[in-house]
Nanobody
Framework: QVQLVESGGGLVQAGGSLRLSCVASRIIFTINALGWYRQAPGKQRELAAVITTGRTTTYADSVKGRFTISRDNAKNTVYLQMNSLKPEDTAVYYC??????????WGKGTLVTVSS
């Protein structure tokens, strides 16, 4: 079983930055994509950013130009650099790994709160 542990959330003022990290408990050799999702209060979980094994990245329109997803295979870690944060970015951010075999792993989430 793989465990994903997110960190780096917290309280920040609008316009500030945070860097989220997600560490996997072991190496996964059949990764298809790593992603960050978020769920704001009263809303459905949505994709924020995803990076594939070929390092192709996809971003939600709402975060394009402000968020950057990256990965460090040697550290089993995926990052989400979030700049120019807005109050509407407030959410619980979840790390996700999808394997080529169709398995999906989720972390427990880290809370990001952006004050105006």
């Amino acid at each position: 079983q793989v465990q994903l542990v997110e960190s780096g959330g917290g309280l920040v003022q609008a316009g500030g930055s945070l860097r989220l990290s997600c560490v996997a408990s072991r190496i996964i050799f059949t990764i298809n994509a790593l992603g960050w999702y978020r769920q704001a209060p009263g809303k459905q979980r949505e994709l924020a950013a995803v990076i594939t094994t070929g390092r192709t990245t996809t971003y939600a329109d709402s975060v394009k130009g402000r968020f950057t997803i990256s990965r460090d295979n040697a550290k089993n870690t995926v990052y989400l650099q979030m700049n120019s944060l807005k109050p509407e970015d407030t959410a619980v951010y979840y790390c996700n790994i999808e394997t080529a075999l169709g398995t999906s792993y989720w972390g427990k989430g880290t809370l990001v709160t952006v004050s105006s």
